[in-house]
């Protein structure tokens, strides 16, 4: 009994095979699960320099070691790949109940590889592993996939698939489960490339047993008091994170109009009231108590009917403030769009907001865009390009490709407004405002996320492993490590963000421990030692594909002008990345480069990675 299958799933599109393959002893002692198998086999089994969308990148997905267990909140799940977005490593993370499915099919991961000739699905079922035809599901919207596939295999079939904006390659397309998506990095794109529409299994859901199953209970069963009248747990649940927005307006962290400044006075309307009138029921993914998911309606306006499972935080920015959108409902629209097609919110409605400051600075005009005027607000214009950007039309091909290599393709300095790191859109939290946070979306090995390492120390107060002022402008690379490594020990797991309420490490290692029957993980400093061994690895998989210092940054707008009418944040500016990358460096032993020093490899267990 233990809460692995013991196997990976391999799957090599290109010649039609499907393996089982036992997982080491070793390999489960030394990354445990989750994030940590998926950087492990995917350094382990793809070279440097491969085509992000060429036939020898490998997509992995994986549950976490607590997937499938009574363990509450470990339902999600990871994809990770080289990403066409950056060209680094690709991590993207979704919910709903694919992970623990995965468990119940037999996988404690699934290694595509290859290319097939023609759109396929992956199916998972009792009898085995199979590779179908999609040329029925080809062109399909993603809720159309998923009952595509129900009908064809029983309602209780787990899917996850790609929209059009994947079979088109755009640059940030997602892959959906339910309503949930693994949105960032292009993880979406790697899938379409590949021409693999769709993973559906159809399993027993048979809970796995812990090893230690009466200490895991008891655990289990403290943690579930702890959650239960947890307040965070009981505003998420209530909220989900539509909270947010009103709380990082008031902190001067939402940026408004690309971030050109913190002023949103003129969208009052689109925080947390509005999208509660609005609010027709919440959802939660497998085993979670905290169901954080709000389902919205729109009840007047022009998108009178529309609804969505969303939208979150990220997508109320990326959708409201980013492009000064103020009609609620045009938010609920773009994400349930943005989910039917396939693509990342945070990227869409960053390119958007790029586009709109480009023509309001005549850097382009209606010439370059299809004849559409980029108005600031116009959520009409909004809405037509989420479809232009999807079906990679005109001007939303180019849109499509991400910030960055549109502004290289535009010239003329649009670079200078391109919103991202390491070619990846930054998310909804201004790094000028909560600069701990900055830094580690700077040096965050998938780019610009906001979910590599979050400071709560700088946005909600934490005072753990030691309080923070959000705007010092030093004292922040220990921090900004300590938040990735703690990141990276919860994502073998995988712990949710929204349900790790009250879990604290010895709560967290004792469940790993006893799921696993690896009692090191009962003791906080080698849970620590794994989080880093994860990000370490991450780190080298970046510097095998030439990521040096320099790509540790930030767009140069937060680097030297002093951020404008953001209330308490007002006249920010990250003065001094070089100190404080330094500090990062330090804190993780690395070289001023950002290199993992051989000795930092041998101390993590590493030390069979060359650079
Ligand atoms: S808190 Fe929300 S996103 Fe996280 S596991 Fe629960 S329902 Fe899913």
New binding site residues.
């Given amino acids: 009994m233990s809460a692995y299958t013991g196997y990976l799933l391999r799957v090599n599109l290109s010649s039609g095979s499907t393996n089982r393959e036992p997982i080491p002893v070793e390999v489960q002692r030394r990354f445990v699960g989750g994030r940590g198998f998926g950087i492990r086999y995917l350094f382990g089994e793809t070279d440097g320099g491969i085509d992000p969308l060429g036939e020898r990148n490998k997509l992995l997905f994986m549950p976490g070691v607590l997937a499938g267990t009574k363990a509450l909140?470990f339902?999600?799940w990871i994809v990770m790949t080289r990403s066409p977005l950056t060209g680094g490593l690709a991590r993207a993370c979704g919910?709903g109940n694919f992970a623990a499915f995965m468990k119940f099919a037999g996988c404690d991961l699934v290694i595509i590889e290859g290319k097939a000739e023609r759109p396929s699905y992956l199916f998972l079922h009792e009898g085995g592993t199979e590779i179908r035809s999609a040329a029925d599901l080809w062109g399909l919207d993603t809720e159309m996939t998923q009952k595509a596939l129900q009908e064809k295999h029983g309602q209780r079939t787990q899917t996850a698939c790609i929209g059009p904006a994947g079979e088109r390659l755009v640059r940030f397309a997602t892959i959906t489960h339910g309503t949930?998506t693994a949105s960032r990095c292009g993880v979406g794109t790697v899938m379409g490339a590949k021409n693999l529409k769709a993973i559906s299994i159809s399993a027993r859901p048979k809970l796995l047993e812990p090893v230690d199953k009466e200490g895991f209970d008891g655990l289990q069963k403290e943690h579930s008091t702890i959650l239960r009248d947890h307040k965070r747990r009981v505003k998420?649940h209530t909220f989900g994170t539509t909270f947010l927005a009103h709380m990082m307006r008031d902190a001067g962290i939402l940026p408004f109009k690309n971030f050109q400044t913190g002023n949103i006075e003129a969208i009052e309307n689109l925080f947390t009231d509005a999208y509660a009138e609005m609010r027709k029921g919440t959802?939660?993914?497998y085993n979670?108590m905290?169901?954080?998911?709000q389902v919205h309606e729109v009840k007047e306006g022009p998108y009178t009917g529309a609804w969505s499972e969303g939208p979150e935080y990220e997508t109320i920015w990326a959708f409201g403030p980013q492009v000064a959108n103020t009609d609620v409902g045009a938010t609920v629209r773009a994400d349930r769009l943005c989910d039917l097609l396939g693509i990342d919110t945070i990227s869409t409605g960053s390119a958007i907001g790029f586009a709109m400051e480009l023509f309001q600075r005549g850097i382009i005009t209606t010439q370059d865009t299809d004849g559409i005027e980029l108005n600031w607000g116009d959520h009409r214009v909004m809405l037509d390009l989420i479809h232009k950007i999807a079906y990679r039309d005109g001007f939303g091909k180019l849109l499509g490709e991400g910030t960055k290599r549109a502004a290289e393709h535009i010239g003329k300095g649009a670079e200078r407004y391109a919103m991202h790191c390491k070619g990846m859109e930054l998310p909804a939290y201004e790094p000028r405002a909560a600069k701990g946070h900055g830094l580690s979306m700077a040096t965050s090995n998938i780019g610009g996320s906001h979910m590599y390492g979050y400071a709560r120390q700088e946005i909600s107060g934490k005072k753990d492993p030691r309080p923070v002022d959000r705007f010092a402008d030093e004292g922040k690379g220990d921090i900004a490590a300590y938040n990735q490594i703690d990141k990276g020990l919860e994502e073998v797991g995988i712990l949710?963000?929204?349900?790790d309420s009250g879990l604290t490490y010895e709560l967290l290692g004792g469940l790993y421990a006893t799921a696993t029957g690896f009692d090191e993980l009962r003791e906080v400093p080698a849970l620590r030692r794994l989080g880093e061994r994860i990000v370490c690895l991450e780190r080298c998989y970046n510097v095998r594909e030439g990521f040096t210092r320099k790509d540790d940054t930030l767009p140069e707008r937060m680097l030297t002008e002093p951020l404008p009418d953001a209330g308490p944040a007002t006249d920010q500016v990250v003065r001094n990345l070089d100190a404080l990358l330094d500090e990062y460096y330090d804190y993780l032993g690395y070289s001023r480069d950002g290199v993992p020093t051989p000795e930092k490899l041998k101390e993590l267990g590493l030390d069979d990675i060359s650079l």
């Fill in positions: 909140g339902g999600r919910g949930r998420m959802h939660g993914c979670c905290t169901r954080c998911g949710c963000n929204f349900a």
